[in-house]
T-cell receptor
Framework: DQQVKQNSPSLSVQEGRISILNCDYT??????FLWYKKYPAEGPTFLIS???IKDKNEDGRFTVFLNKSAKHLSLHIVPSQPGDSAVYFC???????????WGAGTKLIIKP | DADVTQTPRNRITKTGKRIMLECSQT?????MYWYRQDPGLGLRLIYY???????NKGEISDGYSVSRQAQAKFSLSLESAIPNQTALYFC???????????FGPGTRLTVT
């Protein structure tokens, strides 16, 4: 049973517009959430995170929103740039350990 | 120089062969992880180690073994490779109180 779900395998967005990537989770014990970005032939790289005590965290063009009641988080990228084309993974962790549980990823394609 | 390195980057091997994937890190992190990535399945945890004397099975450890030779080195072995172990393998590190994991570039393994 997948505890972290990214239901959109791919997303296509026009350059300059907003990209919104979604992630749902089922385990109410998760209290820390992370987004990673992965280019082909490279390992995933950390992008942004959020603790369950917050509902928003912002870093430059990237903002993560957390809705605990809906067990849902989203990553907003504004404005989208060609270099943002990559696979984005959502991951979650519970305070009881440091392991990360990963979603299947969403491939973001930024169109010129 | 990269903080987390993996060797080899690519490997083709035959069914039944033993193969070792190596991971080294210069980040000084205690916690190290091995994952495999398959299309549409995200990252799945094979083994993890919280220090040199601590080795734990992950979600999909069958058919794999690991060795933590030093704080900086964590190797993954396939004792008798089979075709469904064809995948992309990633090593990751994690340190201190942080949840962020730092990944190597990956090893693409093909078992024929």
């Amino acid at each position: 049973d997948q505890q972290v779900k990214q239901n959109s395998p791919s997303l296509s967005v026009q350059e300059g517009r907003i990209s919104i990537l979604n992630c749902d989770y089922t385990n109410s014990m998760f209290d820390y959430f992370l987004w990673y970005k992965k280019y082909p032939a490279e390992g995933p790289t950390f992008l942004i995170s959020i603790s369950s005590i917050k509902d928003k965290n912002e870093d430059g063009r990237f903002t993560v929103f957390l809705n605990k009641s809906a067990k849902h988080l989203s990553l907003h990228i504004v404005p989208s740039q060609p270099g943002d084309s990559a696979v984005y993974f959502c991951a979650a962790s519970a305070a009881s350990n440091y392991q990360l549980i990963w979603g299947a990823g969403t491939k973001l394609i930024i169109k010129p | 120089d990269a903080d987390v390195t993996q060797t080899p980057r690519n490997r083709i091997t035959k069914t039944g062969k033993r193969i070792m994937l190596e991971c080294s890190q210069t980040k000084g992190h205690d916690r190290m992880y091995w994952y495999r990535q398959d299309p549409g399945l995200g990252l799945r945890l094979i083994y993890y180690s919280f220090d040199v004397k601590d080795i734990n099975k992950g979600e999909i450890s069958d058919g794999y073994s690991v060795s933590r030779q030093a704080q900086a080195k964590f190797s993954l072995s396939l004792e008798s490779a089979i075709p469904n172990q064809t995948a992309l393998y990633f090593c990751a590190t994690q340190g201190g109180m942080g949840y962020e994991q730092y990944f190597g570039p990956g090893t693409r393994l093909t078992v024929t």
